[in-house]
């Protein structure tokens, strides 16, 4: 009985330390979410200004070739 007894503590403070490790690696995860969902958040919004910057190119690029058909044909 008392050697049951050591070998299942043994066992529990073995389960109870790989639980404990688990739990810190879970925490180390969520702050690596955390930071690349910021990244990707920061991602995101230079995506949209970048579009928006092509958008406005564009339109200059319109204007100017209105430009030059208009004036060519005057």
């Not at 969902?37 to 970048?50: C, F, H, Q």
């Amino acid at each position: 009985m008392r050697g049951d007894t050591g070998i299942m503590r043994k066992k529990f403070s073995i389960l109870q330390k790989e639980i404990d490790d688990h739990k810190e690696e879970i925490r180390r995860y969520q702050t690596e979410i955390s930071k690349l969902n910021v990244v990707i958040r920061n991602l995101e919004k230079d995506i949209a200004g970048l579009k928006k910057e092509i958008h406005e190119r564009d339109e200059t690029i319109q204007d100017k070739v209105f430009w030059v058909l208009y004036t060519s044909s005057v």
